[in-house]
């Protein structure tokens, strides 16, 4: 079976047992990822084993696993790479707010910024952090202060929680030293440093639009607040209603947010600096390095930080009954999170694992368009129909390597540029990012579509547009 058709059929499942059936989130994907996986011929499998690049052996023993392996190894791959960071997210989260060290936050922040620029202040900062961290990682940070702004202005929680997606979802994938934009530069010889540039660029361009964006969503719809599992909105309110003195101090409510970054963000540069190559590397330089890639790994340094925000809480509430309430409603929240996002990784596997990537190769072959356009919409196609960003970037620069072998009339840092762009459309159901967002922000799925997955789009085509105008106009070469 085609696997665009193996995909549409997918695709209509989760659909209909989400809409129509009023099923749970979790039970939709894994069911729609059964279907796809018996619809997945063993040879498509191998195909896609093979053009991953693993061996003849693994892509065999791939081919001969049962669908009931191949599902569990998908969850569990998605669980692997997101579930410690949920649970010590939902800690930290939770444990901020119920302390008051959020509202503490927010109090400092608007007394900084201002009201009116609160939103602007979000995005600004979400950009900078998204830079050396991961955006759920920085997201996972920024959505108790998100709750604790709503909580104090309603009918701006849809353009505060729009603000800070829109400043840290695009360097995700435009500017090193994250996975996409990295192996793109790598592959295409653009300069690092030439990479960062052009991303910082068209990053500010597409985040101004998304702003933008937001702010003609928060007017046109309202995005209520809603209680979820770890705080509910009285108890926000509360917090806002205390004076200064019954909040904690604005070092210790900083110190859970800022320490994973700090860590998260020294790893990353040591590793930039010294490239890999030891030998100009001091003694002490290796011995921070070292440290610093134990210390900056993100499930450590979350656990760190969920450490002290621990210690924040029970500073404040010294009452063991409260303090083991809330943790275990945090934990309940996470866990359900946890299994939607992960059945919906394992969703967006069981897609790739049809062959997607490779079937679109074929297609972009026989069809002849502008390269920048060409780069983009193959980027967005492998992107909506299997739902991981890093992987749309790493098959459209596959195909487009095979196309520009004759040169480009302007610098290869446009065409990286739109890759990146089109690595941002579609973000629906199968990728585990939408429910990470949809579930921690209190969304339902329309609502999460309208703020998050078009927000991207909107993102996205502002982006490719840039990047054209951009490679007329200042060729650069």
């Not at 059936?21 to 796809?36: G, N, P, Y």
């Not at 979400?126 to 990682?137: E, G, K, N, Q």
């Not at 790598?186 to 068209?202: F, Q, R």
């Not at 002290?308 to 009954?321: G, P, T």
């Amino acid at each position: 079976m085609d696997p665009i058709l193996i995909i549409l059929i997918g695709t209509i499942v989760v659909l209909f047992c989400i809409i129509v059936l009023k099923l749970h989130a979790f039970i939709s994907l894994l069911f729609a990822a059964l279907v796809t996986g018996f619809l997945t011929s063993p040879e498509l499998i191998y195909n896609y084993a093979i053009h991953s690049g693993i061996s003849e052996q693994e892509a065999q023993s791939l081919c001969g696993m049962r669908i009931g392996r191949r599902l569990a190894l998908a969850f569990g791959n998605t669980s692997g790479k997101i579930g410690i960071l949920i649970a010590l997210a939902s800690i930290i989260g939770t444990s901020l707010m119920r302390s008051g060290g959020a509202e503490r936050i927010v109090r400092s922040l608007l007394g900084l910024f201002g009201k009116k620029n609160s939103s602007l202040a979000l995005c600004t900062g979400s950009f900078i952090l998204a830079i050396p961290v991961f955006f759920d990682t920085v997201f996972y940070l920024m959505i108790p202060l998100v709750k604790s702004m709503g909580v104090r202005n309603p009918k701006k929680y849809g353009l505060y929680l729009m603000s800070v997606i829109a400043g840290g979802v695009m360097a995700h994938s435009l500017v090193p030293p994250t996975p996409g934009p990295l192996f793109v530069a790598e592959e295409m010889g653009i300069d690092l440093g030439v990479m960062i540039l052009a991303g910082l660029i068209i990053g500010m361009i597409t985040v101004s639009s998304g702003y933008a964006y937001s702010v003609w969503v928060n007017r046109k719809w309202d995005l209520p607040m809603r209680d979820t599992p770890d705080i509910n909105i009285e108890n926000l309110k509360e917090f806002s209603e205390k004076e200064n003195k019954d909040l904690p101090g604005l070092g210790i409510s900083l110190l859970p947010l800022l320490l994973p970054i700090l860590l998260i963000t020294g790893n990353t540069v040591l590793k930039m600096i010294s490239n890999g190559n030891d030998a100009n590397v001091s003694s002490f330089q290796k011995d921070l390095i070292n440290i610093f890639s134990k210390l900056g790994d993100a499930n450590v340094a979350l656990a760190f930080s969920s450490a002290i925000a621990l210690f924040l809480l029970w500073s404040r509430l010294k009452d063991i009954q409260k303090f083991k309430k809330f943790i275990y409603e945090s934990l309940t929240s996470a866990g359900i999170i946890i299994l939607i996002t992960a059945s919906g990784g394992a969703f967006g596997q069981m897609l790739q694992q049809t062959g997607i990537g490779i079937r679109i190769e074929e297609l972009a072959v026989n069809y002849q368009i502008a390269l920048l356009p060409m780069a983009f919409f193959i980027t967005a196609a492998v992107r909506t129909a299997q739902g991981s960003a890093t992987v749309a970037m790493v098959t459209a620069i596959g195909v487009m390597s095979g196309l520009t072998s004759a040169g480009l009339q302007f610098h290869p840092v446009y065409l990286a540029m739109a890759i990146g762009c089109g690595s941002k459309i579609f973000a629906w159901m199968n990728d585990s990012g939408y429910w990470i967002i949809s579930k921690m922000s209190g969304m339902q799925d329309k609502e999460t579509i309208r703020h998050f997955s078009v927000l991207l789009v909107v993102m996205g085509v502002t982006g490719l547009v840039a990047v054209m105008i951009l490679s007329k106009f200042l060729p650069l070469v």
